[in-house]
């Protein structure tokens, strides 16, 4: 199977970049924040919770993120592959993903980082929020999901880089451009 981690600050274009490759590839698609969204939106008990943790910029605890993640992989049957977007977000999690893949027979295949500049991400994010009506993509909240991925989640990046798994990958150009690139490092696989 190939199993990609798609990888990068709010705004860098994961969601936009994973349904590209979930069509030419054939993967299934795991957004930890679709699924939270959706839990939030039929007003469940973890989309309670979830909310809370959301609104104030927080990650969602690991072990409640591993639950879910396990039971929708599972859910996967004779697939090619998954996507990870959104997740894993530390460096606890991505040991978490590694221990739940090897359990299944699984691994990463490659971690693909979306880079973009911050002063870009805050300008998508704000567009986003206008054109979308997110409410999370409002500049305090940004600000703080910005400060939580360089603290918590950017160091993700040296842990794939030891495993042997990183893969940079220029957030910045024309979609067509950027995906490109990314099926260029996913053909390598």
């Known amino acids: 199977m190939l199993n990609i981690v798609i990888f990068g600050a709010p705004g860098s274009g994961k969601g936009t970049q994973s349904a590209r490759i979930v069509e030419k590839y054939g993967l299934n698609h795991i957004s930890t924040g679709d699924v939270l969204r959706a839990e939030i939106k039929n007003g469940t008990e973890l989309g309670k919770t979830a909310k ?25 049957k004779d697939s090619k592959g998954v996507i990870f977007d959104g997740f894993p977000r530390t460096i606890a999690q991505a040991d978490a993903l590694k221990a739940m893949l090897k359990e299944r027979g ?4 490659v971690m693909l ?46 842990w794939y880089k030891k495993d042997g798994k990183y893969c940079h990958i220029n957030g910045l150009g024309t979609m067509e451009g950027i995906f ?10």
């Not at 809370?52 to 996967?76: C, E, K, R, T, W």
């Not at 699984?106 to 295949?109: A, K, L, N, T």
């Not at 870009?120 to 910005?146: F, S, V």
């Open 113 to 158: 980082d979306l880079e973009v500049p911050e002063d870009e991400l805050m300008t998508r994010l704000i567009k986003r929020g206008q054109e979308c009506g997110r409410a999370d993509d409002n500049e305090e909240t940004i600000k703080k999901r910005l400060v939580v991925y360089h603290s918590q989640t950017a160091p993700l990046i040296d």
């Open 106 to 109: 699984q691994e990463v295949s």
């Open 52 to 76: 809370g943790y959301i609104d104030n910029g927080q990650l969602i605890p690991d072990a409640l993120m591993i639950d879910i993640l396990a039971s929708v992989f599972d859910s996967f």
């Open 180 to 189: 490109a690139d990314i099926c260029t490092a996913i053909d390598k696989l």
